[in-house]
């Protein structure tokens, strides 16, 4: 027992012996700590690239079906039918309440203002990026909820048993949208003003958001007029119509102020007005008209896979591919040369089909852009041709085609078998395969090796580019009643897509600014957006299964299913038309039932747990 | 070993036993009724109008959400209790009416056991005398429309439309079949016909359902006459 007790008091006076202080504090070596980041400008910068990255965003390249919960195109994935199947979108869809990265955004804030080791040029532009990382957060925010709780420095719980002190309720949706712009307004000077500067916050940046910004708070106040039932009385939805000229006005200037500012240019680099058109996109050396990207590098672990996801079967370097299928609706929007819309003519008026030795010359002369944003059958990807058609159409009428990619049969009257369906398909039901006719070509990569799971893609996805404020410029003319100004922002947009002929200022109406946002933005996450605050989501989404509208050039036509159009070979041996190709307006299988956007779809759900934590959050219009 | 298996047999069952002590009942009472003016029923469409059943006196607020079904009745399978109903705004195409007893459009339900209820609303319109006849594959609707509120608070007809369907869910969503009359272009709201024409049925059927829907100006949910099954 002795023994014991002198070993035990010769442990305890060996723990005497330490230095307490800098034995346990020690510094962990796993994770760097605030005085270490809060010294170093290079720390700082991945602190804040992390939360560039974070930005909430709806419709992206690193989640491509999300573009086939509209009409804009169809989700050839298997576990993505459903999209063509719901009859109505939830209340809580496209919503965000996230608060945890507020905070962050804050924390991040309140740090950089009291670091007093950064250099102060550097300190400022930190400083200024938080705040325009928070705004740009508060931005997607109140699209998505309408206004919300403004919340400016990083809330600490005191655990005295009663949080209702942290509680906050919403502000107005103007008060959040004035909020925005005056930061943007504020933190300008702070950054750089330089166009090679592509991933971070620039002074041309702020320009872009502010212009995107008013329009938003300027047509909500106007187009919310039609819908008044989706308002709250207190403010936090709905914005008053007098309101609307003074933020187009600022949309105007501001969109004014960087186009005359020079430092931009729309993109124009190949003659081939298609080819620079979808080039615009993948093109990132020295590309002029990007203004703010999220990018990506290959071998450094982020990259993007929207090559990956859709690259055409025919062609497909790895065993997927195909899956963002656009729609009909789409292609039949971008007009013709001379500025008239048509829809495709596929048979004569006595009912007979049109035969083209091509399938390309059924899209003749239209606008580049088709082209530039969509592989139409016959078109051409990375060098190889497209194979899209859908069978054989005998001269009787009967259609022979396969049930998988490339498969083949004997056709009659010959002896051996031969495909009798593209390598593309189109084939209803198969995961992969063009099922509306047509592949998506935006963003698309054309690097060998970017269809590889291995390797994908390190093309960027353009958040603010030149031609949407172009655009923005001239809806924000229009609507201030300057048609002129209106019609030369809108010309500069629509030359460089091959449409020579200028609108004139009697052109301009407001279902010409639809339809060239339409056309000039498809697949770059506006359409949402665009159809909410214009107040038309719940007519052209109305929930009626309607056939395929005929005027395409209408703003509130109904669009609620997604149509395609497939290519068949004509096989009539020894008759003129053999071999020729002919179309038939289609309604891909998967496609049941008809979009439904409600009228309480226009501010998402705040669920009811959010609710009930913070009593003073009211909820959303017509969602009880 | 015997004697220690029955042990052991003894405490799971008694487990099992606990399961009933320590459960609630489910819940047993039945509220319905329909959604009527003047004891008319109000017809409207699947899965798209609903109230509220408030029970006070819990921490956590959420409603129990009540539908609609298509001939303007409900049920609910509720505890015993006392409810608060709340027909929402902008619900159905109607306005709430004054309840006396709370004199608000808020009405107490005290439910102890079974309970029929009818909920008096005033809506924008009624659809009178639907009358469906069919000639050949025509199917042809005429019906007068009623304006129930008038004054500063009368809203204007819409749409009106005649849906066909192969099923008894006949609606805007759910149809084979549908012709549609702008407001506007209503001459004389006391005599409205419609008619279109049925397409070949796959697998065939010998008949159909045909309704009425009247859509409101500014309201989303439409007003319909009831089901009728016709005979083509």
Known sequence: MKKYSILLLLLMSLAWGCNDKAFLDKQPTNILVDSQIWADKSLVLSVIA???????????????????????????????????????????????????????????IEKCGTADKLDPADKARFLAEGRFIRANIYFELVKRMGGVPIILEPLTYDFNGDPTYLRKARSKEVEVYDFIIKELDEIKVD??????????????????????????????????ATTPTVTLPGGEVGIATGLAAGYYQKALTAAEELINSGDYSLYRKKENLSENFSNLFIDKGNNPEAIFVRDFKLKSGKVEGWTLVNQPWSQAEDLEGGRLNPSLNLVQSFEKL????ETYVTNKADGDYIYFTSPKDLFVNRDARLEGTVMLPGSFYKGKQLDIWAGFLLANGT???????????????????????????????????????????????LAVGSGQRGVMSEVWWIRYRLGEI??????????????????????????????????????????????????????????????????????????????????????????????????????????????????????????????????????????????????????????? | MKLQLIIILGVLSSFLYSCGLDNYDAPGSTLKGRLVYNSEPINVSYNDVT??????????????????????????????????????????????????????????V???????????????????????TVAGRVVTGTFKAEKIITGVNAKNIDEVAIYVNKTMFVDFRSNVAVATLTGSAITDLNKISLNTSVPTL??????????????????????????????L
């Not at chain 1, 719901?86 to 496209?94: A, R």
Request: charged share 20%.
């Open chain 2, 51 to 108: 109230f509220q059943l408030w029970e006070p006196g819990w921490q956590k607020k959420a409603e129990i959400n009540v539908a609609v079904d298509q001939d303007g009745s409900f049920s609910a399978l509720l505890f015993n209790a006392n409810y608060k109903l709340i027909i929402p705004s902008n619900q159905g195409p109607f306005r709430s009416k004054l309840n006396a007893e709370t004199s608000s459009d808020t009405i107490l």
């Open chain 1, 470 to 624: 172009y655009l923005n410029a001239a809806e924000a003319a229009f609507e201030l009643g300057n048609n002129t100004k209106a019609a030369t922002y809108m010309n500069k947009v629509r030359e460089r897509a091959g449409l020579i002929i200028p609108l004139t200022e009697a052109n301009i109406t407001f279902d010409r600014i639809v339809h060239e946002r339409k056309v000039e933005l498809a697949f770059e996450g506006h359409e949402l957006w665009d159809m909410k605050r214009w107040r038309l989501a719940h007519i052209i989404w109305n929930g009626q299964s309607t056939e395929l509208t005929t005027s395409p050039g209408k703003s509130d036509q109904v669009s609620t299913r997604v149509f395609g159009m497939w290519p068949y070979k004509y096989y009539n041996p020894g008759g003129a038309n053999d071999g020729k190709y002919v179309f038939q307006k289609i309604i891909p299988a998967q496609v049941t039932n008809a979009h439904r956007f409600r009228l309480g779809n226009y501010y998402s759900d705040i669920n009811s747990t959010i609710r009930n934590n913070n009593p003073l959050i009211t909820r959303n219009p017509n969602q009880e």
């Open chain 1, 399 to 445: 259609v022979i085609k396969g049930d998988n990619f490339g498969a083949r049969k004997t056709l009659p009257g010959k002896a051996a078998a031969e495909y009798v369906v593209g390598f593309d398909g189109p084939i209803d039901n198969l995961e992969f395969s063009a099922q509306s006719g047509f592949y998506v070509r935006k963003y698309m990569d």
């Open chain 1, 191 to 224: 950054l750089p003003k330089s166009s090679v500067i592509k991933s971070r916050a620039t002074q041309g940046l702020i320009l872009a958001m502010k212009s995107r910004v008013c329009l938003y708070a300027a047509s909500i106040a106007k187009y919310g």
């Open chain 2, 202 to 231: 796959v697998p065939t059927q010998t008949y159909v359902f045909v309704r009425i829907g009247l859509k409101i100006q500014g309201i989303e949910d439409m007003i319909f006459s009831p089901i009728v099954k016709v005979n």
């Open chain 2, 110 to 132: 005290n439910l102890n056991g079974d309970k029929v209820l009818d909920i008096e609303v005033e809506p924008y319109y009624m659809i009178r005398n639907p009358l469906f």
């Open chain 1, 338 to 341: 001379d500025n008239t819309y």
């Open chain 1, 50 to 108: 992390d939360l560039y990255d974070r930005v909430p965003e709806f419709q992206t390249i690193t989640g491509w079906s999300e573009f086939a919960s509209f009409d804009e195109g169809f989700a050839s994935n298997a576990g993505d039918y459903g999209r063509h199947k719901n009859t109505e979108y939830s209340y809580g869809d496209w919503g965000n309440w996230d608060y945890g990265l507020i905070r962050e955004v804050n924390m991040f």
